[in-house]
C-alpha cells in the first residue's frame, strides 16, 4: 500500500530557514501558474466558536497542477488568547494527497509553512512594485511582520531606515531589533502616523475593521502591503493602484477591497492580480500609491509544503508509515 509521510515542525523550521530564495521563486511559479488556470482553488472555510469570537479554524482545500500536481489542504487554527498564556496565536498542519488516486500522502507542520507563504508572497510583491530603495515601515510586529521582514531581504528590498509601530511596546521593540540585524540601517519603533509616512508600508495586524484614517495622505509612489487586509479604508483603496492575488477571493469576507465593492457596487478600482502583473498585463497609474492585498490561496501552501516535503525526504527528517493507509475496503 501508499506509505504516508509525517514532517515535524522542527524538520520544517530547519528547512524553511535557508529557502528564502527557494521559496520567493515557488512563490512566483504558483501565481503564475493560477494565472494561467492551472489551479483549482474554492472557497476557504471558517470555523467559529459562539463563545470564542475572536477564535476561529480556516480549512484552505487546494489542487496545484504542473509540477507540484498535488491536492491538499491546510487547517489553521487562529486563537489569539493563547498569547496570554505564552503559546503562539496560530497552529496549523497540511494535508497532501495524490492527484492520481486521491490517496493521502504526507502531514506537515504548517504554521512555519503559513508564514513563509505569506511573508514570500509579501516580499515578492515588494519586488515588484516598489521603485527603489526608500523607508520601511511595520504595522504590527508578530510572528508574520518578522519573517516579511526576512523575506523582504531576501528579495532584494534595501530600506533606508524601518519603523515599527505596535500596540504592545515590547513587541515593537523586539521586531525593530530585529530588522536592524536584517537590513543593516537604523531602526526604531515610532507612532501609526510616522509608520503611514513610510515609502514601503506593510500592515499585519489582527484588525477586524478599518482603522487608518479615511484622509491618510497615501502618495504616488508609495506601496501598502495590506496583508492583514482589513486596516485600510474604502476611500483610500479609491484613490490607489489596487492589486490582489485572487479578485474572487479576496473580495469578500468584509476585507477593505470588499467593503470598497460594496460601498461602490464594482469592482472597477481593482487594476489586475500579482499573476498578471507577473505577465506584465496590469496597467498602474504612476499618479497614485500602490495597495497590494494577498487574501491568502491554499495552492501557496501547496507549493511551500510540497517544496519542504521534497527536501525532507532527501534530508532524511521525513518519518515514512508505510502501513498508514491499511488493507483497502470494497464498497
Same mark, same amino acid.
Given at each position: 500500500?501508499?506509505?504516508f509521510?509525517?514532517?515535524? &515542525? ?13 521559496l520567493?521563486?515557488v ?10 488556470? *492551472? ?21 484552505l482545500?487546494?489542487?496545484? &497542477? ?17 498569547v496570554? /498564556? ?6 496549523a ?15 506537515? /507542520? ?21 521603485s527603489?530603495?526608500g ?22 528590498i534595501?530600506?533606508?531606515e524601518?519603523?515599527? *509601530?505596535?500596540?504592545? =511596546? ?9 530588522a ?9 519603533? &515610532?507612532?501609526?502616523?510616522?509608520a ?11 484588525a ?16 501598502l ?10 476611500a ?9 492575488? =485572487? ?10 477591497? *470588499?467593503?470598497? /465593492?460594496?460601498?461602490? &457596487? ?22 497614485r ?8 490561496l ?14 525532507a ?9 508505510? =502501513?498508514f ?7
Open positions: 500500500m501508499t506509505s509521510t509525517v514532517v515535524p &515542525g522542527t524538520v520544517v523550521s530547519q528547512i524553511l530557514s535557508t529557502a528564502h530564495q527557494d520567493l521563486q512563490v512566483a511559479r504558483t501565481y503564475l501558474a493560477h494565472e494561467d488556470g *492551472h489551479s483549482v482553488n474554492p472557497d476557504s472555510y471558517f470555523l467559529r466558536f459562539p463563545d470564542k469570537p475572536d477564535s476561529r479554524v480556516i480549512a482545500p487546494a489542487y496545484l &497542477g504542473g509540477d507540484v500536481d498535488t491536492i491538499g489542504i491546510k487547517w489553521i487554527a487562529s486563537f489569539p488568547g493563547n496570554a /498564556e505564552g503559546l503562539p496565536r496560530a497552529s498542519v497540511l494535508l497532501l494527497n495524490d492527484y492520481r488516486t486521491g490517496y493521502p500522502t504526507a502531514c506537515l /507542520e504548517a504554521a512555519g509553512i503559513s508564514a513563509a507563504r505569506t511573508a514570500a508572497s509579501a516580499a515578492l510583491a515588494a519586488r515588484e512594485l516598489v527603489g530603495p523607508s520601511v515601515a511595520f504595522v504590527g510586529a508578530g510572528v508574520i511582520a518578522r519573517t516579511i521582514a526576512d523575506y523582504l531581504a531576501a528579495a532584494g534595501e530600506p533606508t524601518v519603523l515599527v *509601530h505596535d500596540r504592545d =511596546d515590547p513587541s515593537a521593540e523586539n521586531l525593530s531589533r530585529h536592524a540585524g536584517v537590513f543593516s540601517v537604523p531602526s526604531r519603533t &515610532g507612532t501609526a502616523a510616522e503611514l509616512a513610510a515609502d514601503l508600508v506593510v500592515f499585519a495586524t489582527t477586524a475593521s478599518p482603522w487608518v484614517p479615511e484622509q491618510t495622505a497615501a502618495r504616488p509612489g508609495q506601496v502591503l495590506n496583508i492583514s487586509l482589513r486596516d485600510l479604508p474604502p483610500l483603496l479609491l484613490r490607489s493602484n489596487n492589486i490582489v492575488d =485572487d479578485v474572487d477571493h479576496c473580495l469578500k469576507a468584509q476585507t477593505s477591497p *470588499h467593503l470598497t /465593492e460594496q460601498l461602490t &457596487g464594482n469592482r472597477d478600482f481593482v487594476n489586475g492580480t500579482l499573476g498578471a502583473h507577473l505577465r506584465g498585463t496590469v496597467d498602474l497609474d504612476p499618479d500609491p500602490v495597495i497590494f492585498s494577498p487574501f491568502g491554499g495552492i501557496l501552501d501547496l507549493a511551500v509544503g510540497h517544496h519542504v516535503l521534497g527536501r525526504r532527501e534530508s532524511g527528517g521525513a518519518t515514512e508509515i508505510p =502501513d493507509i491499511g488493507e483497502p475496503t470494497r464498497w
